[in-house]
């Protein structure tokens, strides 16, 4: 199975990406996860890419397509893969085609979760995120067994520099002039599933599930 999933900052993605990589048992390609995971590690694409990420911009297309193309050689992508946060403009989309034909591949559903901006704006701020695994969390609709620790690996858990009110904002807007100009690119095609992405983590994820096994 190969899915993208789409959609606003804070809108879920994230978390839905983890609960439908473990029912499919694909891995969970976020270019937001690999950037993070860069600059923690402090190698050469983390340094050149850590301003541009505190400060809520898009990181340069052509770095972009080379980290996900790199990714997609690993061999644990052979069943598939989901991708989470790319591609984010026209220019990854298209860039993200040829890929595809590259590599013989096709996608089987694009994923976009809907939901309105203020609450928005409150799960991104609410988000707390594991130092060292990426799981998230939220300090009202999804808390941690333990306060300020992740159930998966026991690291703690810290709020994303970008997950402040100014910056979301800023991401948001981003995101209206760059990324929804994609939605219309996926949009006429069949594989194409608009999802209501309030509710629950479980519920959102039992809407794309029966809508996936529905179609399948
Ligand atoms: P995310 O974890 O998907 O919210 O991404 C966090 C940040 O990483 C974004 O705000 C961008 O700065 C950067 N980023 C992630 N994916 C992309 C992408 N496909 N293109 C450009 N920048 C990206």
């Excluded at 990406?17 to 390609?29: C, Q, V």
């Excluded at 993200?96 to 590259?102: A, G, R, S, T, V």
């Excluded at 904002?169 to 219309?184: A, N, S």
Aim: charged share 30%.
């Amino acid at each position: 199975m190969r899915l993208i999933v789409m959609g606003p900052p804070g809108v879920g993605k994230g978390s839905l990406a983890s609960n439908l990589t473990k029912h499919y048992n694909i891995p969970h390609i976020s270019t937001g996860a690999m950037f993070r995971e860069e600059i923690q590690k402090a190698s050469p694409v983390g340094k050149l890419v850590q301003a541009q990420i505190n400060a809520g911009k898009f990181v340069n297309d052509s770095l972009t397509n080379d980290i996900v193309r790199e990714r997609l050689l690993a061999k644990d992508v052979k069943n598939g893969f989901l991708l989470d946060g790319y591609p984010r403009n026209l220019r990854q989309a298209e860039d993200f085609e040829h890929i595809l034909m590259q590599y013989g591949w096709k996608v089987d559903f694009v994923i976009y979760l809907d939901s309105n901006e203020n609450i928005l704006l409150k799960r991104i701020t609410g988000r707390r995120v594991c130092k060292k695994c990426g799981e998230t969390y939220h300090i009202e609709n999804h808390k941690p067994q333990v306060d300020g620790i992740c159930d998966k690996c026991g690291s703690p858990l810290v709020q994303r520099e970008d997950d402040t009110v100014e910056i979301t904002k800023r991401r948001l807007v981003i995101y209206h002039e760059q990324t929804q100009p994609i939605i219309d690119f996926y949009k006429a095609r069949k594989n194409f599933l608009c999802i209501d992405g309030n509710g629950t983590i479980e519920e959102v994820t039992e809407r794309v599930i029966n809508k996936l096994e529905g179609i399948k």
